[in-house]
Protein backbone atom coordinates (compact mmCIF):
# COMPACT_ATOMS: atom_id res chain seq x y z
CA UNK A 1 0.00 0.00 0.00
CA UNK A 2 1.46 3.07 -1.10
CA UNK A 3 0.85 6.53 0.64
CA UNK A 4 -1.37 7.80 -2.15
CA UNK A 5 -3.49 5.05 -1.54
CA UNK A 6 -3.29 5.14 2.19
CA UNK A 7 -4.31 9.15 1.83
CA UNK A 8 -7.29 8.23 -0.64
CA UNK A 9 -8.51 5.59 1.49
CA UNK A 10 -8.28 8.08 4.91
CA UNK A 11 -10.22 10.64 2.99
CA UNK A 12 -12.92 8.14 1.75
CA UNK A 13 -13.49 6.32 5.39
CA UNK A 14 -13.18 9.82 7.07
CA UNK A 15 -15.67 11.34 4.52
CA UNK A 16 -18.07 8.24 4.01
CA UNK A 17 -18.62 7.24 7.36
CA UNK A 18 -20.13 10.71 8.13
CA UNK A 19 -21.80 11.71 5.16
CA UNK A 20 -24.51 8.95 4.50
CA UNK A 21 -22.77 7.28 1.30
CA UNK A 22 -21.09 3.95 3.46
CA UNK A 23 -17.55 4.31 4.43
CA UNK A 24 -17.85 0.61 3.66
CA UNK A 25 -18.97 0.20 0.91
CA UNK A 26 -16.65 2.98 -0.50
CA UNK A 27 -13.64 1.11 0.83
CA UNK A 28 -14.31 -2.07 -0.57
CA UNK A 29 -14.76 -0.91 -3.48
CA UNK A 30 -11.20 0.56 -3.89
CA UNK A 31 -9.81 -1.76 -2.53
CA UNK A 32 -10.96 -4.08 -5.39
CA UNK A 33 -10.05 -1.22 -7.92
CA UNK A 34 -6.38 -0.97 -6.34
CA UNK A 35 -5.79 -4.83 -5.94
CA UNK A 36 -5.44 -4.32 -2.37
CA UNK A 37 -6.25 -7.55 -0.02
CA UNK A 38 -8.62 -6.73 2.62
CA UNK A 39 -6.78 -9.26 4.88
CA UNK A 40 -3.36 -7.51 4.67
CA UNK A 41 -4.76 -4.05 5.40
CA UNK A 42 -6.97 -5.00 8.38
CA UNK A 43 -4.61 -3.40 10.45
CA UNK A 44 -5.00 0.09 8.86
CA UNK A 45 -8.79 -0.35 8.60
CA UNK A 46 -8.64 -0.60 12.58
CA UNK A 47 -7.00 2.08 13.09
CA UNK A 48 -9.07 4.32 10.43
CA UNK A 49 -12.45 3.68 12.95
CA UNK A 50 -10.42 5.00 15.43
CA UNK A 51 -9.61 8.09 13.81
CA UNK A 52 -13.25 8.31 12.80
CA UNK A 53 -13.93 7.97 16.41
CA UNK A 54 -11.40 10.85 17.50
CA UNK A 55 -13.51 12.96 15.03
CA UNK A 56 -16.34 12.68 16.62
CA UNK A 57 -14.81 12.82 20.11
CA UNK A 58 -13.41 16.38 18.97
CA UNK A 59 -17.29 17.13 17.78
CA UNK A 60 -18.95 16.21 20.70
CA UNK A 61 -16.60 16.48 23.66
CA UNK A 62 -18.86 18.47 25.24
CA UNK A 63 -21.68 16.32 25.26
CA UNK A 64 -19.60 13.15 26.20
CA UNK A 65 -18.08 14.71 28.86
CA UNK A 66 -21.59 15.69 30.57
CA UNK A 67 -22.46 11.94 29.37
CA UNK A 68 -19.33 10.21 31.92
CA UNK A 69 -20.30 12.62 34.41
CA UNK A 70 -24.02 11.53 34.36
CA UNK A 71 -22.86 7.80 34.54
CA UNK A 72 -20.80 8.50 37.51
CA UNK A 73 -23.37 10.57 38.92
CA UNK A 74 -26.07 7.48 38.21
CA UNK A 75 -24.05 4.78 39.77
CA UNK A 76 -23.90 7.24 42.69
CA UNK A 77 -27.93 6.96 42.77
CA UNK A 78 -27.49 3.16 42.55
CA UNK A 79 -25.33 2.86 45.62
CA UNK A 80 -27.19 5.19 47.71
CA UNK A 81 -30.61 3.25 47.18
CA UNK A 82 -32.09 6.09 44.89
CA UNK A 83 -32.20 3.60 41.78
CA UNK A 84 -31.93 4.52 37.99
CA UNK A 85 -33.70 8.04 37.50
CA UNK A 86 -33.54 7.35 33.63
CA UNK A 87 -35.77 10.60 33.69
CA UNK A 88 -33.63 12.92 35.96
CA UNK A 89 -31.95 15.20 33.31
CA UNK A 90 -32.07 14.71 29.48
CA UNK A 91 -28.36 14.05 29.22
CA UNK A 92 -28.87 10.91 31.68
CA UNK A 93 -31.92 9.77 29.59
CA UNK A 94 -29.43 10.20 26.70
CA UNK A 95 -26.92 7.88 27.93
CA UNK A 96 -29.90 4.72 28.66
CA UNK A 97 -31.22 5.39 25.15
CA UNK A 98 -27.34 4.66 23.52
CA UNK A 99 -27.33 1.62 25.87
CA UNK A 100 -30.47 0.45 24.88
CA UNK A 101 -29.59 1.25 20.53
CA UNK A 102 -26.27 -0.12 21.06
CA UNK A 103 -27.60 -3.30 21.89
CA UNK A 104 -29.69 -4.80 18.74
CA UNK A 105 -26.60 -3.56 16.97
CA UNK A 106 -24.16 -6.00 18.70
CA UNK A 107 -26.73 -8.31 19.01
CA UNK A 108 -26.50 -8.49 14.59
CA UNK A 109 -23.34 -8.10 14.61
CA UNK A 110 -22.28 -10.45 16.71
CA UNK A 111 -24.97 -13.20 15.00
CA UNK A 112 -24.72 -12.07 11.15
CA UNK A 113 -21.00 -11.53 11.17
CA UNK A 114 -19.97 -14.06 8.66
CA UNK A 115 -23.12 -12.68 6.39
CA UNK A 116 -21.90 -9.72 6.47
CA UNK A 117 -18.08 -10.70 5.88
CA UNK A 118 -19.15 -12.48 2.94
CA UNK A 119 -20.99 -9.58 1.06
CA UNK A 120 -17.49 -7.48 0.86
CA UNK A 121 -16.46 -9.96 -1.74
CA UNK A 122 -19.92 -8.99 -3.57
CA UNK A 123 -19.77 -6.22 -6.33
CA UNK A 124 -23.60 -6.34 -6.51
CA UNK A 125 -23.86 -6.94 -2.71
CA UNK A 126 -22.26 -3.74 -2.43
CA UNK A 127 -24.74 -2.15 -5.11
CA UNK A 128 -27.54 -3.47 -3.19
CA UNK A 129 -26.40 -1.62 -0.03
CA UNK A 130 -26.40 1.53 -1.65
CA UNK A 131 -29.31 1.21 -3.28
CA UNK A 132 -30.93 0.70 -0.33
CA UNK A 133 -29.11 3.55 1.55
CA UNK A 134 -30.30 5.93 -1.67
CA UNK A 135 -33.85 4.61 -0.96
CA UNK A 136 -34.13 5.47 3.02
CA UNK A 137 -32.33 9.02 2.40
CA UNK A 138 -34.95 10.02 0.18
CA UNK A 139 -37.23 8.70 2.70
CA UNK A 140 -35.92 10.87 5.20
CA UNK A 141 -35.51 13.69 3.00
CA UNK A 142 -39.72 14.09 2.73
CA UNK A 143 -40.07 13.61 5.90
CA UNK A 144 -42.31 16.36 7.80
CA UNK A 145 -42.13 18.02 11.06
CA UNK A 146 -40.39 16.55 13.85
CA UNK A 147 -40.39 17.70 17.17
CA UNK A 148 -39.28 14.58 19.58
CA UNK A 149 -36.78 15.68 22.12
CA UNK A 150 -34.08 13.04 23.96
CA UNK A 151 -36.70 13.50 27.03
CA UNK A 152 -39.91 12.76 24.84
CA UNK A 153 -38.06 9.53 22.75
CA UNK A 154 -39.26 5.91 23.47
CA UNK A 155 -37.14 2.87 24.20
CA UNK A 156 -38.78 0.99 21.13
CA UNK A 157 -37.49 3.82 19.04
CA UNK A 158 -33.93 3.39 20.82
CA UNK A 159 -34.30 0.22 19.61
CA UNK A 160 -35.40 0.71 16.37
CA UNK A 161 -32.47 3.29 15.23
CA UNK A 162 -30.00 0.04 16.72
CA UNK A 163 -31.47 -2.19 14.68
CA UNK A 164 -30.67 0.23 11.86
CA UNK A 165 -27.16 0.70 12.56
CA UNK A 166 -26.75 -2.81 12.83
CA UNK A 167 -28.16 -3.22 9.24
CA UNK A 168 -25.43 -0.94 8.40
CA UNK A 169 -23.10 -3.80 9.05
CA UNK A 170 -23.76 -4.56 5.31
CA UNK A 171 -21.44 -3.03 2.91
CA UNK A 172 -23.25 -0.54 0.60
CA UNK A 173 -25.42 0.66 3.40
CA UNK A 174 -24.55 4.06 5.20
CA UNK A 175 -24.55 3.75 9.47
CA UNK A 176 -25.00 7.72 9.43
CA UNK A 177 -27.87 7.45 6.38
CA UNK A 178 -29.43 4.23 8.49
CA UNK A 179 -29.21 5.40 12.05
CA UNK A 180 -30.52 9.34 11.00
CA UNK A 181 -33.15 7.55 8.96
CA UNK A 182 -34.08 5.52 12.06
CA UNK A 183 -33.94 8.62 13.81
CA UNK A 184 -36.60 10.93 12.03
CA UNK A 185 -38.81 8.25 11.88
CA UNK A 186 -38.85 7.68 15.61
CA UNK A 187 -39.71 11.28 15.36
CA UNK A 188 -36.44 13.58 16.64
CA UNK A 189 -36.02 16.99 15.48
CA UNK A 190 -32.98 16.83 12.75
CA UNK A 191 -30.64 18.63 15.27
CA UNK A 192 -31.46 16.00 17.81
CA UNK A 193 -31.27 13.25 15.74
CA UNK A 194 -27.97 14.18 14.01
CA UNK A 195 -26.20 14.37 17.70
CA UNK A 196 -27.35 10.79 18.20
CA UNK A 197 -26.55 9.31 15.06
CA UNK A 198 -23.33 10.21 15.64
CA UNK A 199 -23.07 9.41 19.69
CA UNK A 200 -24.22 6.23 19.33
CA UNK A 201 -21.73 5.40 16.77
CA UNK A 202 -19.13 5.63 19.38
CA UNK A 203 -19.15 2.10 21.04
CA UNK A 204 -20.38 0.58 17.58
CA UNK A 205 -17.32 1.93 16.60
CA UNK A 206 -15.61 0.84 19.64
CA UNK A 207 -16.77 -2.89 19.82
CA UNK A 208 -16.24 -3.07 15.93
CA UNK A 209 -12.39 -2.22 17.03
CA UNK A 210 -12.01 -4.37 19.82
CA UNK A 211 -13.18 -7.29 17.90
CA UNK A 212 -11.39 -6.79 14.85
CA UNK A 213 -8.47 -5.99 16.25
CA UNK A 214 -7.13 -9.40 17.42
CA UNK A 215 -6.73 -10.86 14.67
CA UNK A 216 -5.37 -7.32 12.84
CA UNK A 217 -2.31 -7.29 14.96
CA UNK A 218 -1.49 -11.20 15.75
CA UNK A 219 0.54 -11.18 13.68
CA UNK A 220 2.54 -7.90 13.74
CA UNK A 221 2.87 -4.75 11.40
CA UNK A 222 4.77 -4.73 8.06
CA UNK A 223 7.13 -2.04 8.81
CA UNK A 224 7.15 -0.81 5.14
CA UNK A 225 3.67 0.54 5.54
CA UNK A 226 3.76 1.61 9.27
CA UNK A 227 4.53 5.37 7.75
CA UNK A 228 1.40 5.08 5.27
CA UNK A 229 -0.99 3.89 7.97
CA UNK A 230 0.06 6.84 9.62
CA UNK A 231 -1.05 9.64 7.26
CA UNK A 232 -4.24 7.87 6.01
CA UNK A 233 -5.38 7.65 9.52
CA UNK A 234 -4.73 11.62 10.28
CA UNK A 235 -6.15 11.81 7.18
CA UNK A 236 -9.54 10.05 8.62
CA UNK A 237 -9.49 11.84 11.42
CA UNK A 238 -8.90 15.29 9.93
CA UNK A 239 -11.83 14.49 6.96
CA UNK A 240 -14.06 13.08 9.43
CA UNK A 241 -14.38 16.73 11.52
CA UNK A 242 -15.26 18.30 8.43
CA UNK A 243 -17.70 15.46 7.22
CA UNK A 244 -19.65 15.88 11.12
CA UNK A 245 -19.80 19.24 10.68
CA UNK A 246 -21.23 19.34 7.51
CA UNK A 247 -23.59 16.54 7.84
CA UNK A 248 -25.20 19.14 10.66
CA UNK A 249 -25.94 22.12 8.16
CA UNK A 250 -27.03 19.65 5.13
CA UNK A 251 -29.58 17.45 7.74
CA UNK A 252 -30.91 20.75 9.49
CA UNK A 253 -31.51 22.06 6.27
CA UNK A 254 -33.07 18.92 4.19
CA UNK A 255 -30.39 18.40 1.59
CA UNK A 256 -30.07 14.82 1.53
CA UNK A 257 -31.55 13.94 -1.64
CA UNK A 258 -28.19 14.97 -3.61
CA UNK A 259 -26.45 12.10 -1.81
CA UNK A 260 -29.54 9.33 -2.56
CA UNK A 261 -28.79 10.34 -6.22
CA UNK A 262 -24.41 10.00 -5.86
CA UNK A 263 -24.88 6.58 -4.54
CA UNK A 264 -27.40 5.26 -7.13
CA UNK A 265 -24.85 6.35 -9.34
CA UNK A 266 -22.32 4.72 -8.26
CA UNK A 267 -24.57 1.29 -7.53
CA UNK A 268 -25.24 1.34 -11.38
CA UNK A 269 -21.59 2.20 -12.09
CA UNK A 270 -20.58 -0.71 -10.15
CA UNK A 271 -23.35 -2.71 -11.62
CA UNK A 272 -22.51 -2.01 -14.72
CA UNK A 273 -19.08 -3.33 -14.51
CA UNK A 274 -20.17 -5.86 -13.45
CA UNK A 275 -22.15 -6.79 -16.48
CA UNK A 276 -19.30 -6.61 -18.57
CA UNK A 277 -16.35 -7.50 -17.24
Known sequence: MTYVQAIILGLTQGLAEFLPISSSGHLALLQYFFGIDSDNVLPFTVLMHLGT?????IIYWKDIVELVKELCW?????????????????TRRLGFMIIVATIPTALIGLLF?????????????????????????????????????IMTLKFRHAVFVGIMQGIAICPGVSRSGSTLFGSL?????????????????????????VLEAPDA???????????????????AAI????????MIRIVTGKRLFGFSIYVWLVAAVVLGYVLIS
Open 217 to 235: FAQGLDGNIIGPMIAGVIV
Open 53 to 57: LLSVF
Open 74 to 90: TIRDICTGKGLRINSSP
Open 185 to 209: LSGLDRATAVKFAFLISIPSILGSV
Open 113 to 149: EDFFNSLYASLIGISLGLIFTGAILLIAEKMGRQDRD
Open 239 to 246: SGIFAIKA
